[in-house]
């Protein structure tokens, strides 16, 4: 009995302590934060500098006791700790500083999560606007049906995006394998050479092929060529609510979704699209075939697809996993499934096409291997 | 598809063009009976009619027939100061179809004036756009490739490159040109921007922090005002004349006043066609929102030319311009000796087109146009980034991209709020 009351007290005598450490520590961390937010703004470069390595120092929870500040226009002053955030945002948006870029973006994304307040949270993704990677990116994506957050989220998206074209430019080149194999450059990356139709809306730049219909122009790009049996490889970057389609087999004139065949591209995430025919999300054979869905990664990020056309049989691969595999003659066999006319369906051969619904996107890496060239 | 003919200025110039070529006709014969020479007077459009649009009204003598304003107060202003029938609008994207409109003019705060000047273009119309030229470096581009895919003519409203006397110096840019070309100072050369060289940086215009939310005034479309701009809840010191102090729309003094002093600058150290390697900064920490104040910026080009803002006039002995063999001071003085004499005898620079309606009736290229315009916005936005970001930053002028610095990079196109787009 003794020794139980004795044990007990030590647990109890040991967990005060515990607490008391734990106490002075979260007390040191909470005065050195509100000391470094004291001095905000910094002065001089020198001593931002200095300031912003302290923060970074004492991480996450560091990070969170400022974000802890936050408050709502109108609730509170809290001009100190946003200057401290959106300076933590530039700072280690700094080359060489990639692990302060860590602590700020994971910050930033707990700091997400565990405000309410809409403006906070606009603040916040506004600063992922340079502090975030690809992280951000997937992390944003459930913002996008937010009423208020869809924009600030897709700004951030974009800006973290947007060093991917504004950097060196992406450099189109086969690889050594491809090249053995027998694939050829559809896209050159600088201009639309060997491609015909709405060369104004689609246009080349920074080694992508940017679809922009507010240009003005009309219709769809095609291949110059034709193409019969063929394995077509390329990459595609998706906008919010993105609608596009690769057309094959395809004729110049007529809807290719019909006229030929229409390989739907699509944010399948969209709200507006939440109750589409299985047929209408993306990789399917439009109309015809369904393709099996989440497999896109999340919009604003580059995604690599390859089809290979053969006869009657349709092979989808989209990031690696193959989201449809299928016959367009068995399918049709006994009328196609959205119950309309597909003439283009018995085309032997035709145009590959980009066929846009008028929205924002870019492809690259557009290259093909013909299968009937023989 | 989009370089069809759609202006009255281009059916002239062609008609004129083809007839010049047979004989020369008398112009009441070839325009009929009562007609009036429509070159005799161009007309013009005004988007932003606040104080600096409303100064717009009567530049060069051009007939204003349309006005357009997200606050009806300022249309309301404006109208009653043109004596013709004006035609009024809430949304430029209406004024810009009317076919009768030969210049549109932009005198909206900067975060507007990309996208208008890129739609102007697009809609067959010349540009007269006030500075700085773009917010950004990537709407500059899109600015200059529009004008050139659409043949407009562009100008930029700032003049010092080709008139005025030129603040502090006491004398025009001409003869400054003159003596840089001719290579009496040597080179490289250095030129100090500061209060000891003539000049304000106007740090009245910073912003303020901790703005609380109020009620957007009747009179006022507060969503049309942001537009492309991030949506910030409204605070009167946001908009008219205060919109300087924030980032999302301007960049303070240095925004407003840089292309003003920058420019003539590119044009004597002959940069047109380039742009600084490196651009330095010495500057408090800055706020997400609010313009602060710097201290310091210091320009480096390739071949060692330096340009100076001194923000503090620290330096008290400073030459407006300095090079190896001899400085140029405030008020026209100079430590060579004879420079006045020296001067007659100098050859003088290239001509330059200097009104914006010669510009337009012979579609050659202004002084200050959409190439060089976008050169010297360039130098105020690679100011901006560095005082925002707080470090030094290395550029490529042919690239028109930062060196090793990706959160620098996101900076040259920043996202623009849905639906609007450049």
């Known amino acids: 009995m003794n020794k139980k009351i004795y044990q007990y007290s030590l647990i109890l005598v040991f967990s005060f302590f515990a607490f008391l450490s734990y106490s002075q520590d979260a007390k040191n961390l909470d005065k050195k934060v509100d000391d470094i937010l004291a001095q905000m703004p910094a002065g001089d470069l020198v001593s931002l500098d200095g300031l912003m390595g302290e923060l970074i120092e004492s991480g996450p929870d560091g990070f969170r006791k400022v974000s802890t500040l936050l408050t709502a226009p109108g609730v509170d002053d809290d001009t100190s700790a946003r200057f401290a955030i959106a300076s933590l945002a530039r700072y280690s948006s700094a080359p060489g500083r990639e692990e302060a870029r860590v602590v700020v973006e994971n910050g930033i994304l707990e700091a997400l999560e565990s405000h309410t307040d809409a403006e906070i949270k606009t603040f916040l993704m506004n600063q992922l606007n340079l502090a975030g990677s690809d992280r951000s990116v997937t992390a944003l994506k459930k913002y996008q049906t937010d009423e208020y957050l869809a924009e600030p989220a897709r700004q951030a998206i974009t800006s973290i995006g947007s060093t991917r074209t504004v950097g060196t430019g992406h450099v189109t080149v086969l690889t050594k394998k491809e090249k053995a194999k027998g694939f050829v450059l559809l896209f050159n990356g600088k201009d639309l050479e060997g491609w015909q139709g709405n060369t104004t809306d689609y246009f080349a730049e920074g080694g992508e092929l940017v679809v922009q219909p507010s240009r003005g122009g009309h219709g769809n790009l095609y291949t110059g060529k034709e193409y019969s049996d063929f394995i077509f490889r390329f990459e595609f970057q998706l906008t919010p609510g993105a609608n596009n389609g690769l057309g094959i087999r395809a004729p110049l004139e007529g809807d290719a979704a019909y006229m030929g065949m229409e390989l739907q591209i699509l944010d399948n995430t969209a709200p507006v699209y939440a109750s589409l025919q299985e047929y209408q999300y993306h990789g399917s054979v439009y109309g015809v075939i369904p393709a099996k869905r989440g497999y896109l990664r999340p919009v604003g990020e580059w995604n690599e697809q390859e089809v290979i056309a053969k006869g009657t049989r349709i092979t989808i691969t989209l990031n690696g996993t193959v989201i449809l595999d299928g016959d367009i003659a068995k399918a049709s066999k006994n009328g196609t499934i959205d119950g309309k006319e597909h003439p283009g369906l018995v085309r032997k051969k035709g145009h590959i096409g980009f066929l846009g619904h008028g929205s924002e996107l870019k492809f690259r890496n557009i290259r093909i291997k013909n299968l009937s060239s023989k | ?422």
């Open chain 2, 1 to 422: 598809m989009s370089k069809t003919l759609n202006s009255r200025r281009d059916f002239l110039k062609i008609s004129l063009a083809a007839t010049a070529g047979i004989t020369i006709i008398p112009r009441h014969v070839l325009g009929g009976r009562g007609y009036m020479a429509p070159s005799d007077q161009l007309t013009k459009a005004i988007i932003g009619v606040g104080g600096m649009g409303r100064g717009h009204i009567p530049y060069e003598g051009t007939r204003v027939i349309a006005i357009c304003d997200v606050d009806t107060n300022h249309l309301e202003l404006a109208k009653g100061m043109i004596p013709d029938k004006v035609k009024t609008f809430r949304d430029f994207r209406e004024l810009l179809l009317l076919p009768e409109v030969d210049i549109v003019h932009i005198a909206t705060p900067p975060h507007w004036h990309g996208i208008m000047s890129v739609e102007a273009a697009k809609a067959g119309k010349d540009v007269w756009c006030e500075k700085p030229m773009t917010r950004t470096i990537g709407e500059g581009k899109k600015v200059m490739e529009a004008v050139n895919a659409t043949g407009r003519m562009f100008r930029l409203n700032t003049w010092f490159r080709f008139k005025d006397t030129f603040y502090g110096l006491g004398t025009d840019v001409k003869p400054l040109k003159k003596i840089v070309d001719s290579g009496i100072l040597g080179w490289p050369l250095k030129v100090t921007i500061s209060g000891t060289t003539g000049y304000d940086w106007k740090f009245f215009w910073c912003g303020e922090h901790n703005l609380q939310p109020e009620p957007v005034p009747e009179n006022l479309d507060y969503e049309m005002w942001l537009g492309p701009a991030p949506y910030k809840p409204y605070n009167p010191a946001r908009v008219h004349s205060k919109f300087r102090g924030y980032w999302d729309y301007d960049g303070g003094g240095l925004g407003d006043m840089g292309q003003h002093y920058l420019d003539p600058v590119q044009y004597l150290l002959g940069k047109d066609n380039t742009s600084p390697v490196r651009v330095e900064v010495d500057a408090p920490q800055q706020h997400y929102d609010a313009v602060g104040t710097w201290r310091r910026i210091e320009y480096t080009y390739a071949d060692g030319c330096r340009i100076i803002l001194d923000g503090e006039n620290k330096d008290k002995e400073a030459a407006y311009i300095e090079g190896p063999n001899g400085k140029i001071f405030r008020g026209f003085n100079s430590d060579i000796a004879g420079l006045q004499e020296m001067l007659k005898t100098l050859p003088e620079p290239e001509p330059q087109i200097t009104t914006f309606t010669e510009s337009v009736k012979t579609r050659k290229k202004f002084a200050l146009n959409e190439t060089n315009g976008f050169r010297s916005c360039t130098l105020v936005n690679l100011g901006v980034i560095a005082v925002r970001l707080g470090r030094a930053l290395d550029f490529d002028p042919e690239k028109l991209e930062f060196v090793n610095d990706e959160g620098a990079n996101r900076l040259i196109n920043e996202p623009m709020r849905t639906p609007w787009m450049i």
